[in-house]
């Protein structure tokens, strides 16, 4: 799944969200535990369960009833200020931590950071400084931050100091509020040609320019199968700068196990390293209705069954 679908899913959600949506936390409400914790802190986003449970608060409380205590929403920072304030009081009831939503919208698809343009750079610290009011709202503390395009007739080093001089503008924001971005390397082949930022080892160099724990790599493994491959052995080279991870299968952007990545051995290898943060599951159903849902459940049940 292309992330403009994934935009439109979102869009729905937020429509469905300010249509008038009353879910309510009040005792006898909740669909009923039916699993246990997870491992792992994998995240649902809005629109993965609407079949078992609507477009609106429902959705985090069947997620939390199946054992899921993480969430994420990219486009969070494109709601109202009033769902904002709902949705991180819902999740903080739930016990539920908010994973990423998406600083910057503009740079990351229009004026790129790669360029060195005063037009990216001052939407992109813009865009930093009111990241910092959604994440109080909704206690989010990593933030998915894209670089954007290759700019043409410059080369790959002059871009590449133009990134690192923006990102540490936007460090200098986050820092003290004890926020980190996570800078996400695409697929150039499949989904998104011509980006400035397509592989871990090139993230982990920018973070390490960067130099601030508020700038870290989110290791998207979908995209990370199709440019590079060698999940786990890139997962230990750039361990020190890793702060999140997002998965769906390769082919397809589906769920575990309907795709070649063997996600079991990934997701222990992950726990063995004493990993606490969040797992976004940015990828699709493979199949639809109710059944489609349960199968994405019982695909991070049979990919959490590892010991430890």
């Keep these: 799944m292309m992330r403009r679908e994934f935009v439109k899913m979102a869009a729905a959600g937020a429509a469905a969200l300010g249509s008038g949506a009353t879910a309510t936390l009040a005792a006898g409400e909740r669909f009923g535990r039916s699993g246990a914790p997870f491992k792992l802190k994998y995240a649902p986003h809005f629109g993965m369960f609407r079949h078992h449970a609507g477009d609106d608060v429902d959705q985090l409380k069947f997620a939390a009833d199946e054992g899921f205590s993480a969430w994420e929403d990219n486009e969070m920072a494109g709601r109202s200020v009033e769902d904002q304030d709902r949705l991180g009081k819902a999740m903080s009831d739930l016990g539920i931590t908010m994973g990423v939503f998406v600083v910057n919208m503009d740079t990351a698809w229009g004026p790129t950071l790669s360029s060195g343009s005063a037009e990216a750079r001052t939407k992109f610290v813009e865009a930093c400084r009111r990241a910092v009011d959604v994440a109080k709202r909704v206690n989010a503390k990593w933030m998915t931050v894209v670089p954007g395009t290759y700019t043409q007739r410059l080369t790959l080093d002059y871009q590449t100091a133009n990134v690192v001089d923006c990102l540490r503008r936007g460090a200098e924001i986050f820092e003290p509020h004890g926020l980190v971005m996570v800078l996400e390397p695409l697929n150039p082949w499949r989904d998104h040609p011509n980006m400035f930022l397509t592989t871990i080892g090139q993230g982990y160099q920018i973070c390490r320019a960067v130099g601030s724990p508020a700038c870290k ?88 069954d590892f010991g430890g």
Aim: charge should be negative.
């Design 217 to 304: 790599i989110l290791d998207d493994l979908y995209h990370q199968q199709i440019t590079e491959g060698n999940l786990i052995p890139n997962i230990d080279a750039a361990w020190s700068e890793i702060a999140y991870f997002q998965t769906g299968d390769n082919p397809g952007r589906n769920e575990p196990t309907t795709g070649e990545i063997n996600f079991r051995n990934v997701f222990a290898h992950i726990h063995s390293k004493g990993f606490e943060g969040v797992i976004g599951m940015e990828h699709g159903n493979s199949r639809g209705g109710k059944e489609g849902e349960r199968a994405v459940i019982d695909a991070y049940r049979a990919c959490d």
